[in-house]
């Protein structure tokens, strides 16, 4: 009999798949980051427990262009500054993505509120533009001109915070208890420019970035830089604490529950 793809693999298959993820290369991203002061009752806001503010009210975009080979892909991310504990890292709010082969590792191994979405950064000699756009919105968008080359930082480690959860079948909560994840991406970079410029944050029902608005622009850059990523859980959540901020992860938190229509089953 041929082989039947949607059976079991073996445990030889297994181990070589993940062989294979251990030994991925360095994949480099061109990037335009953007680091902002907020309304700090925004931020307070936006955090589900046990995530609490830091001392600065800190909002940081990063848009950018991965070049995977045969497979290029448009990335986002918009966060806001959280600790938990004595770690202080960013807890995103959305990361749109252009494929969906991004969104299901990040989603359902660590929790990220990965979204499908348009990603664009764009540059023409100085002039450098990037922008997070879904449902015909640019919600989010980067201009300016560069201006000079940046020291390169040393390899440095970056703190995410995700939450991650399966909402219940019934529609009461959720299935088993939801769980902190603390993520560390290792990052190196080999080019880091500064741009002068302004950040645009345009209204959407969907994506609702702009009640975080920019009280003080602290810096834009663009560079190429390359990570790694490592996550745990560090915490199960209070199930009933979380639950109001469930919609941050959904355009519409009812869909979650829709069936396939009738007679597709």
């Given at each position: 009999?041929?082989?039947?793809?949607?059976?079991?693999?073996?445990?030889?298959?297994?181990?070589?798949?993940?062989?294979?993820?251990?030994?991925?290369?360095?994949?480099?991203s061109?990037?335009?980051?953007?680091?902002?002061e907020?309304?700090?009752?925004?931020?307070?806001?936006?955090?589900?427990?046990?995530?609490?503010?830091?001392?600065?009210?800190?909002?940081?975009?990063?848009?950018?262009?991965?070049?995977?080979?045969?497979?290029?892909?448009?990335?986002g991310?918009?966060?806001v500054?959280?600790?938990?504990?004595?770690?202080?890292?960013?807890?995103?709010?959305?990361?749109?993505?252009?494929?969906?082969?991004?969104?299901?590792?990040?989603?359902?191994?660590?929790?990220?509120?990965?979204?499908?979405?348009?990603?664009?950064?764009?540059?023409?000699?100085?002039?450098?533009?990037?922008?997070?756009?879904?449902?015909?919105?640019?919600?989010?968008?980067?201009?300016?001109?560069?201006?000079?080359?940046?020291?390169l930082?040393?390899?440095?480690?970056?703190?995410?915070?995700?939450?991650?959860?399966?909402?219940?079948?019934?529609?009461?909560?959720?299935?088993?208890?939801?769980?902190?994840?603390?993520?560390?991406r290792?990052?190196?970079?080999?080019?880091?420019?500064?741009?002068?410029?302004?950040?645009?944050?345009?209204?959407?029902?969907?994506?609702?970035?702009?009640?975080?608005?920019?009280?003080?622009?602290?810096?834009?850059?663009?560079?190429?830089?390359?990570?790694?990523?490592?996550?745990?859980?560090?915490?199960?959540?209070?199930?009933?604490?979380?639950?109001?901020?469930?919609?941050?992860?959904?355009?519409?938190?009812?869909?979650?529950?829709?069936?396939?229509?009738?007679?597709?089953?």
């Amino acid at each position: 009999m041929a082989r039947v793809r949607y059976g079991a693999r073996t445990e030889a298959e297994i181990a070589a798949t993940r062989t294979a993820s251990a030994r991925l290369p360095d994949i480099w991203s061109t990037g335009v980051v953007a680091v902002w002061e907020t309304d700090p009752d925004a931020v307070a806001a936006v955090l589900p427990p046990p995530l609490k503010p830091t001392g600065s009210p800190l909002v940081r975009v990063n848009i950018s262009k991965v070049d995977l080979p045969g497979y290029p892909l448009g990335a986002g991310s918009f966060a806001v500054a959280a600790a938990h504990g004595e770690v202080e890292g960013w807890y995103p709010l959305v990361m749109p993505m252009t494929h969906e082969r991004a969104l299901t590792g990040g989603r359902e191994v660590f929790g990220e509120p990965k979204k499908l979405g348009e990603v664009t950064v764009e540059r023409d000699g100085l002039v450098v533009r990037a922008s997070l756009a879904r449902h015909g919105i640019a919600f989010v968008e980067v201009r300016g001109a560069v201006n000079g080359e940046l020291p390169l930082p040393e390899p440095s480690p970056k703190t995410d915070f995700y939450f991650k959860f399966l909402p219940a079948v019934d529609g009461s909560g959720f299935d088993g208890d939801p769980v902190l994840v603390r993520c560390v991406r290792h990052e190196k970079v080999r080019r880091l420019e500064r741009v002068t410029g302004d950040v645009v944050l345009r209204e959407s029902g969907y994506d609702p970035v702009a009640d975080l608005p920019v009280l003080r622009l602290r810096e834009i850059t663009v560079g190429e830089k390359t990570s790694d990523q490592r996550g745990r859980v560090v915490e199960r959540v209070d199930a009933q604490a979380l639950l109001p901020y469930v919609h941050q992860r959904y355009d519409d938190p009812l869909q979650v529950h829709d069936g396939p229509p009738e007679g597709s089953r």
